[in-house]
């Protein structure tokens, strides 16, 4: 929740020079912005929600000064290139998307320096994979297998899973990829992807290229909570050395 949360107020901080925020000396300028999701109607709601209230804390609101063009692929790959090209063509100021490794997806040439007209937030850690096999490992005695749940057409997790598979193999744990499905009922397999949260990135109809000088920021801290709730719902015992390193316990 709170990566998402700083991944919609990356976006909008970095609309700002997008339009004026409503000034009752002036008529406001309209500022037209899409959402492009990959997913359900039903899974974006709450996020659209956020980056509509992120908007109005500062001054853009629908009716006023504020035109949102939201469009769901509905978790349908081939749909998001029609989608797109139809957010293009009503000359959309932004057009806010997601996706999870701009540069090995091809959206930018560099996080440091995007080119083109990109910018926005990655939350790719694929440093984080060993981490959470340990963790795995810790929580699930006797753990010898993963299964890592990914999708094989987006190429956006390709990073996460071959680094979890390298990180399963130095922990002596052997990666199981599942393109689509879950582990068979009765198994000891435990199921392990990446964070579907939090990632954004930011497209621009900005003729200047100003984005291109604008780097896509990553975050420079991570938490590790724990819902003891569900843990106890999914059968799993949280050890006291675990708990002490969470910065967040759910009771």
């Keep these: 929740m709170r990566r998402r ?19 009752a000396q002036q008529a406001p300028r309209i500022v037209r912005i899409g959402f492009l999701s990959p997913t359900t109607l039903a899974a974006t709601t709450h996020t659209v929600e956020a980056f509509r209230q992120a908007l109005r804390e500062l001054g853009y609101a629908e009716g006023k000064n504020l035109v949102l063009e939201v469009r769901h692929a509905d978790a349908s790959v081939e749909r998001l290139p029609e989608l797109a090209r139809e957010l293009v063509g009503l000359k959309m100021d932004a057009i806010v998307t997601i996706s999870n490794d701009p540069v090995g997806t091809g959206f930018v040439a560099s996080l440091a320096r995007p080119g083109g007209n990109i910018t926005g937030l990655c939350n790719i850690s694929p440093e984080l994979s060993g981490k959470r096999l340990e963790l795995l490992r810790e929580v699930v005695p006797g753990l010898s297998r993963v299964a890592f749940l990914w999708n094989p057409e987006s190429r956006s997790v390709v990073l996460d899973y071959k680094e979890t598979e390298s990180a399963a193999r130095s922990l002596a744990a052997s990666g199981a990829p599942v393109p689509r499905g879950l582990p068979r009922r009765g198994s000891r397999s435990r199921a392990l992807g990446p964070d579907g949260s939090a990632r954004g990135d930011l497209r ?48």
């Design 204 to 251: 621009r109809q900005d003729p200047e290229g100003r984005e291109a000088r604008r780097p896509v920021e990553q975050p420079t801290r991570f938490e590790l909570v724990i819902n003891l709730k569900t843990a106890k719902t999914l059968g799993l015992t949280m050890s006291r050395d675990v708990l002490r390193r969470a910065d967040e316990v759910i009771q």
């Design 5 to 23: 949360a700083l991944v919609i107020a990356g976006v909008v901080l970095a609309l700002a020079a997008a339009g004026t925020p409503i000034d």
